[in-house]
């Protein structure tokens, strides 16, 4: 047989074998990865067909009648971008649900509505290696009460409460014994939702994205409010805390539920927060920032205010450290783009870094310990805005006056149990670590919880978080000591 012959003999069979085997390619699932980010896996390795690239992934978003692209024809073009790719080939392709404006105000009416249901509506023409050539057509319906979107395998996330109180929605955290039923809403994606309010009797029961209750007989003082959620087999939990009061005080607002009146905040964005006189805490665009649990009215935080928030809820005093020489920030950061995202804070600090200081993070499970040092996540320079561009230093900088962290979302330094849950909750303190006498009642470390005593009058303790130092007399004991072992062996051996 010719090679000619061979080669169309070979070429045929070829192409009967990808014709025989190939099959029509079809999304196998979709999920939700972040908070504008989804992923489409296929059955095989696909890529946009080229006549059609230009369209990219048509999306159409609605709810029983409504539709949030303006009618029920009307869609969006979003963009892709392929997964691990080979030879223009990929399984999987990232969705990006942020591209255009039409995006936005679209999720955000679907967000809005109050509606139990969404629709998404996923339409692509793609092809295989093959040549196959199908234009997919995918919809899915999710009951989550929310209407954020995900569908397989997602990751929980609770993005941020709203919280209503007799039909008012700029009063934040600060509710009144008399001002009617307060709501609660979650804003997650979640199946189930399981609510922790002991203070409090829930209205309607307590396993939706809202929470309802009549705070009429409660006590005052400030109250926890946990909720878990649950999707596929993942649970997250996060706490919101709640201030009752007899009255609101004097035109007191706060519309953006940060925590801190409005009066405080004078042009503030959502991505700041009050940290002291003049001073702010900075989350990246885009992102918001809230009080943490234990403050009032400032994320400068004072070890009274933690040990008051402590005694409120029933829990033992674990607050005690080494001497706070600096300051104390509890801030919490929610509208990550992922789960498990990293993200960066700045912070104004009230007073310069001292000198041999270490920072500390606190944990209301653990106490305090030292805030884990990774990949320059600790930087740190002397500005009076922090946010010009002069160079950040590596570390703590004694006289600094501006701080800035990485912190990873369900990592070593996240202290909401660290919870991958697209939420970053963090208390940390500017502290320096001291030698103690052994009659002192200060402050404990978190490495033994009390001081010791050598046993004798005048003694001191060694604190394990204190800088390795050296002392030139102790080597000189050492290595005379050495020297006259070796000579006084040598005399006897001879």
Same mark, same amino acid.
């Given at each position: 047989m010719s090679m000619l012959k061979r080669f169309i003999l070979t070429t045929l069979c070829l192409l009967f074998t990808l014709q025989a085997f190939a099959s029509v390619p079809k999304i196998t699932k979709i999920e939700r990865v972040g908070k504008k980010l989804?992923?489409?896996?296929?059955?095989?390795?696909?890529?946009?067909?080229?006549?059609?690239?230009?369209?990219l992934i048509s999306v159409r978003l609605y709810s029983g009648d409504t539709y949030y692209m303006g009618s029920a024809e009307k869609s969006a073009s979003l963009n892709t971008v392929y997964?691990?790719?080979?030879?223009?080939?990929?399984?999987?392709?990232?969705?990006?649900? %942020?591209?255009? @404006?039409?995006?936005?105000?679209?999720? !955000?009416?679907? =967000?809005? &509505?109050?509606?139990?249901?969404?629709?998404?509506?996923?339409?692509?023409?793609i092809k295989n290696a093959a040549g196959e050539s199908n234009v997919v057509d995918k919809k899915a319906t999710e009951h989550i009460g929310n209407l954020f979107l995900c569908w397989e395998n997602c990751i929980p996330m609770i993005e941020q409460f709203t919280v209503t109180q007799g039909g008012n929605t700029d009063k934040g955290r600060l509710i009144t014994k008399n001002?009617?039923?307060?709501?609660?809403? %979650?804003?997650? @994606?979640?199946?189930?939702?399981?609510? !922790?309010?002991? =203070?409090? &009797?829930?209205?309607?029961?307590?396993?939706?994205?809202?929470?309802?209750?009549?705070?009429?007989?409660?006590?005052?003082?400030?109250?926890?409010?946990?909720?878990?959620?649950?999707?596929?087999g993942h649970s997250i939990t996060r706490v919101l805390a709640l201030k009752l009061v007899d009255d609101y005080p004097d035109h007191w607002?706060?519309?953006?539920?940060?925590?801190?009146?409005?009066?405080?905040?004078?042009?503030?964005?959502?991505?700041?927060?009050?940290?002291?006189?003049?001073?702010?805490?900075?989350?990246?665009?885009?992102?918001?920032?809230?009080?943490?649990?234990?403050?009032?009215d400032s994320g400068y935080l004072t070890p009274e205010q933690m040990k008051q928030y402590r005694a409120n809820n029933q829990l033992s005093d674990n607050t005690s450290d080494t001497q706070t020489t600096g300051d104390i920030y509890d801030y919490v950061i929610e509208g990550l783009n992922a789960t498990g995202d990293s993200t960066q804070v700045i912070i104004q600090l009230t007073t310069a870094i001292p000198a041999e200081a270490e920072l500390r993070q606190y944990s209301p499970t653990h106490g305090w310990q030292k805030f884990v040092i990774n990949d320059n996540n600790i930087q740190s320079k002397t500005s009076t805005t922090c946010t010009d561009n002069s160079p950040w230093q590596t570390g703590l900088?004694?006289?600094?006056?501006?701080?800035?962290?990485?912190?990873?979302?369900?990592?070593?330094?996240?202290?909401?149990?660290?919870?991958?849950?697209?939420?970053?909750?963090?208390t940390i303190s500017i502290a320096t670590p001291t030698v103690v006498n052994d009659d002192n009642d200060g402050g404990s470390d978190d490495s033994?919880?009390?001081?010791?005593?050598?046993?004798?009058?005048?003694?001191?303790?060694?604190?394990?978080?204190?800088?390795?130092?050296?002392?030139?007399?102790?080597i000189l004991l050492i290595a005379l000591s050495t020297y006259y072992l070796i000579r006084r062996k040598r005399r006897f051996t001879h």
């Amino acid at each position: 047989m010719s090679m000619l012959k061979r080669f169309i003999l070979t070429t045929l069979c070829l192409l009967f074998t990808l014709q025989a085997f190939a099959s029509v390619p079809k999304i196998t699932k979709i999920e939700r990865v972040g908070k504008k980010l989804a992923i489409a896996t296929f059955d095989q390795p696909v890529k946009l067909d080229s006549v059609f690239a230009f369209t990219l992934i048509s999306v159409r978003l609605y709810s029983g009648d409504t539709y949030y692209m303006g009618s029920a024809e009307k869609s969006a073009s979003l963009n892709t971008v392929y997964i691990n790719q080979v030879n223009g080939y990929a399984r999987q392709m990232q969705i990006r649900f %942020a591209d255009t @404006n039409i995006e936005f105000t679209s999720l !955000d009416a679907a =967000d809005a &509505s109050g509606k139990t249901s969404l629709t998404i509506r996923l339409s692509v023409r793609i092809k295989n290696a093959a040549g196959e050539s199908n234009v997919v057509d995918k919809k899915a319906t999710e009951h989550i009460g929310n209407l954020f979107l995900c569908w397989e395998n997602c990751i929980p996330m609770i993005e941020q409460f709203t919280v209503t109180q007799g039909g008012n929605t700029d009063k934040g955290r600060l509710i009144t014994k008399n001002s009617g039923i307060v709501t609660i809403r %979650a804003v997650a @994606n979640a199946r189930t939702y399981q609510w !922790d309010g002991s =203070d409090f &009797s829930a209205i309607d029961g307590n396993d939706k994205a809202t929470f309802s209750f009549d705070p009429s007989t409660a006590n005052l003082g400030t109250h926890t409010i946990q909720l878990t959620t649950m999707f596929d087999g993942h649970s997250i939990t996060r706490v919101l805390a709640l201030k009752l009061v007899d009255d609101y005080p004097d035109h007191w607002t706060d519309a953006n539920n940060n925590g801190i009146p409005d009066s405080k905040e004078t042009d503030y964005q959502n991505n700041q927060l009050l940290a002291g006189i003049d001073k702010k805490i900075t989350s990246p665009a885009g992102t918001r920032i809230l009080l943490g649990a234990m403050g009032t009215d400032s994320g400068y935080l004072t070890p009274e205010q933690m040990k008051q928030y402590r005694a409120n809820n029933q829990l033992s005093d674990n607050t005690s450290d080494t001497q706070t020489t600096g300051d104390i920030y509890d801030y919490v950061i929610e509208g990550l783009n992922a789960t498990g995202d990293s993200t960066q804070v700045i912070i104004q600090l009230t007073t310069a870094i001292p000198a041999e200081a270490e920072l500390r993070q606190y944990s209301p499970t653990h106490g305090w310990q030292k805030f884990v040092i990774n990949d320059n996540n600790i930087q740190s320079k002397t500005s009076t805005t922090c946010t010009d561009n002069s160079p950040w230093q590596t570390g703590l900088t004694t006289g600094a006056t501006c701080l800035k962290l990485t912190i990873k979302d369900g990592g070593e330094n996240d202290t909401d149990n660290n919870q991958a849950n697209g939420v970053i909750t963090s208390t940390i303190s500017i502290a320096t670590p001291t030698v103690v006498n052994d009659d002192n009642d200060g402050g404990s470390d978190d490495s033994s919880g009390s001081s010791g005593s050598s046993g004798g009058g005048g003694g001191c303790t060694y604190n394990p978080n204190a800088p390795a130092r050296f002392d030139i007399g102790f080597i000189l004991l050492i290595a005379l000591s050495t020297y006259y072992l070796i000579r006084r062996k040598r005399r006897f051996t001879h």
